[in-house]
């Protein structure tokens, strides 16, 4: 029974008053309480939801996150520093790391006016780097974490991994660009325009691993089911053997094929779709399917070969490292 306020109980304790109006005083008095906690009831949902929506707009925020910072264009600076604090931040306002990812596209944006003040093939080249530098900046600030979250077993083989990637990039490069001689002074250029490509896909890959220790949900981007390099290194640092498909000079689809120990064909494709695609060497000596698995690698099969072919039919090859 809620306690009646005043002096009302004392005086029906000394007077002893009848029963009946004791009962009536208590029922209004019940009604009366159960009327308060009803109102404290609905305070408190409505405090709830307005701690809900303040919440859900937080969230909102930090998944939107805005950059309007103006970049001085300066081709003699090293943006380094600025670029740490920069990633950083976004590490620190993102809500996961799925918007994590998204964030440093915005950095990418932030340093896109550099690129496009550039009027000299040095600028070209210099602008060029910072991309590269954004990712490469991401990169080792996921593996730090990584590093600190992940058990010993997942740890060592995920450095394995990693140690791999490091040790084939220089080469990875040259079997993607060429070298300096065939370039000139473009080469610069092409080779932080394809470190970032291939840095951004390490980050992404990471931070897959990083999101199962975490528990969050981590999707990868969509790969492209005609382009790619991939490689067979046979759980080593040194590419063995290697798959190019890309879009050659003139426009054509190109593959380049590289079997360790065996030999090296270059032709063209036709895209049948869903990752198909159709391959011929320049001398129509061999013929097959290229089969393009996304994240997972790809792989070769030969379906005719004629004179001197240093390939067979039905052979298949596999390149399950995904540059």
Avoid: H
Wanted: glycine fraction near 8%; include cysteine; proline fraction near 2%.
């Amino acid at each position: 029974m809620p306690p009646i306020q005043g002096g009302g109980m004392e005086m029906i304790m000394k007077k002893r008053i009848f029963v009946m109006i004791l009962t009536l005083v208590v029922g209004l008095c019940a009604a009366c309480g159960k009327e308060e906690a009803e109102d404290n009831e609905l305070a408190v949902q409505n405090e709830s939801s307005q701690v809900e929506e303040q919440s859900s707009s937080a969230d909102e925020k930090n998944n939107d996150v805005e950059w309007d910072d103006k970049l001085e264009i300066d081709f003699t600076f090293d943006y380094s520093e600025d670029i740490k604090a920069d990633v950083d931040n976004m590490v620190s306002v993102s809500v996961s790391l799925q918007k994590e990812l998204e964030n440093i596209e915005k950095i990418i944006q932030k340093y896109n006016p550099l690129a496009e003040a550039a009027e000299t093939q040095e600028e070209m080249n210099i602008s060029s780097r910072w991309f590269f530098v954004i990712w490469d900046t991401e990169l080792n600030n996921l593996w730090d974490r990584f590093s600190n979250s992940a058990d010993q077993q997942t740890k060592e083989n995920i450095l394995a991994e990693q140690r791999n990637w490091i040790a084939m990039k220089e080469e990875v490069t040259l079997l993607s660009i060429g070298d300096r001689e065939e370039n000139g002074s473009m080469y610069p250029l092409l080779q932080n325009s394809f470190l970032e490509e291939i840095t951004k896909n390490r980050a992404y890959v990471l931070a897959e691993e990083l999101a199962g220790i975490k528990g969050e949900s981590f999707v990868l981007p969509e790969r492209s089911e005609k382009y790619g390099l991939f490689i067979d290194n046979q759980g080593t640092g040194s590419v063995y053997s290697s798959l190019i498909t890309q879009e050659g000079w003139e426009g054509d689809d190109e593959a380049i094929i590289s079997i360790y120990r065996q030999g090296e064909t270059e032709g063209t494709f036709v895209d049948n779709g869903n990752g198909e695609l159709a391959f011929i060497s320049d001398d129509g000596s061999v013929k097959g399917i290229i089969e393009i698995n996304g994240w997972d690698g790809a792989g070769f099969t030969v379906t005719e070969t004629s004179g001197d072919s240093v390939f067979s039919v039905g052979e298949k090859f596999e390149f399950p490292f995904v540059f």
